[in-house]
Each structure stands twice: as structure tokens, then as C-alpha cells.
């Protein structure tokens, strides 16, 4: 199994452009979280699918992130506009289960927006 | 609000000694908890778990203790090898719900 994979590993972009993350969870994984990495805050939880739906998005910091998933093997997540306080690393993870099942995460983006 | 809380970013041991990570949390409903371990350019990895049925959980060189009065579980790595210099986050979940993670703790293990 390739484990969960990312793309692009790392992104360079300036301040205002649309940026799009792209995640492929593991096969038969009914549950995908993208996180946020920042020395000040740790792992942040952005939002979680449960069969390709959105359960909790509480942690989108505002309205210029979005995620989808619109198949069980495939999520995005876009940030339009974005802006230099964005710089972080975005990880994608995926479970059998939501909650107390183990988390398998990917490599990560490493995004930064000049 | 961070609900889990690791307060010291950074850990040095000497290789063979016991290297112990803290870990508090303040939402008492929480049920599960567990260790990630973070080597640099890679997602974190699953290490260890514990439920709050349980005090104590141990695998190998690794021991999780969970204190509930306290709100506090710690990482008890012995011996300690270099190998374990890793980012380690804690995290925790209630009821299956989505899990939330500490800030991190990176540990150095020197020879």
C-alpha cells in the first residue's frame, strides 16, 4: 500500500493566488482530515470527511479555505485568496473510523505564500 | 482553545537515560488518547494508546501513563536510543469524535 499521498510536497506562491492542495487517502479508509502544522499552534485540525462528507469544519479558519471530497479516493483543499500568514505544513490523514482510530497521515505540503 | 496541551517544545536526553514527555488536557470528557511520532519531512506516525479505562499502557520500550484527576498522561521512553529524536504529539479524542493534538514536544536523543 502506498499510504496516503500528497501533492504537491511543497508550494511556493505569492500573496493573492489560489493555491490547491491535493490528498489521496488509503484505499478503503472511510475517514480523511486535513491538519495544519504551525510552531505556535501544532497540529491543527482543519476538517474531517466521514464517507466523503463533511462532518466538522470548525477549524477552517475562515472563508477563503474550502475542502471537498468528492469520491472516497480523492480531496482537495483550496485557499482563495491567499496570504503570507497561510505558511505552514498541510497534512492529510486517513482512518477506517473517525475519532479513536489511528490516523494514517501523509507526507505533507509545506506551503508558503510570499 | 487548545484542549491539549504539551508545554515544553523541547527535550534533551542522553542516549540510555529515560526520556519522559507531559502532556495535559483540559476537556475531561475526553476518552482516548494517544502518541504520534514526527520525524522531520514526513507525517506523523502512530506510536501508542490509551484508553481512560486504563492507567497505564506499555509496548516495548515505550510506557503511556494516564492520570485522570490530573488530566495529564505522559510518554516514558526507556532506554532512549537516538533513533527517537522525533517531534512526539499527543492527542486526544471523546466519545469518537476527531482527535486533538498538542503543540509538540521534539526530543533529542544524543549519543
Known amino acids: 500500500d502506498a499510504g496516503v499521498i500528497q501533492s504537491p510536497r511543497h508550494e511556493v506562491t505569492e500573496m493573492g493566488q489560489e493555491v490547491t492542495l491535493r490528498c489521496k487517502p488509503i484505499s478503503g479508509h472511510n475517514s480523511l482530515f486535513w491538519y495544519r502544522q504551525t510552531m505556535m499552534r501544532g497540529l491543527e485540525l482543519l476538517i474531517y470527511?466521514?464517507?466523503?462528507?463533511?462532518i466538522d469544519d470548525s477549524g477552517m479558519p475562515e472563508d477563503r479555505f474550502s475542502a471537498k471530497m468528492p469520491n472516497a479516493s480523492f480531496s482537495t483543499l483550496k485557499i482563495q485568496p491567499s496570504e503570507p500568514r497561510d505558511s505552514a505544513v498541510y497534512f492529510c490523514a486517513s482512518s477506517w473510523g473517525a475519532g479513536a482510530d489511528t490516523q494514517y497521515f501523509g507526507p505533507g505540503t509545506r506551503l508558503t505564500v510570499l | 482553545d487548545q484542549q491539549v496541551k504539551q508545554n515544553s517544545p523541547s527535550l534533551s536526553v542522553q542516549e540510555g537515560r529515560i526520556s519522559i514527555l507531559n502532556c495535559d488536557y483540559t476537556?475531561?470528557?475526553?476518552?482516548?488518547f494517544l502518541w504520534y511520532k514526527k520525524y522531520p519531512a514526513e507525517g506523523p506516525t502512530f506510536l501508542i494508546s490509551i484508553s481512560s479505562i486504563k492507567d497505564k499502557n506499555e509496548d516495548g520500550r515505550f510506557t503511556v501513563f494516564l492520570n485522570k484527576s490530573a488530566k495529564h498522561l505522559s510518554l516514558h521512553i526507556v532506554p532512549s536510543q537516538p533513533g527517537d529524536s522525533a517531534v512526539y504529539f499527543c492527542?486526544?479524542?471523546?466519545?469518537?469524535?476527531?482527535?486533538?493534538f498538542g503543540a509538540g514536544t521534539r526530543l533529542t536523543v544524543k549519543p
Open positions: 470527511f466521514n464517507n466523503n462528507v463533511p
Open positions: 476537556n475531561s470528557m475526553f476518552d482516548y
Open positions: 492527542a486526544a479524542s471523546y466519545n469518537n469524535n476527531d482527535m486533538r
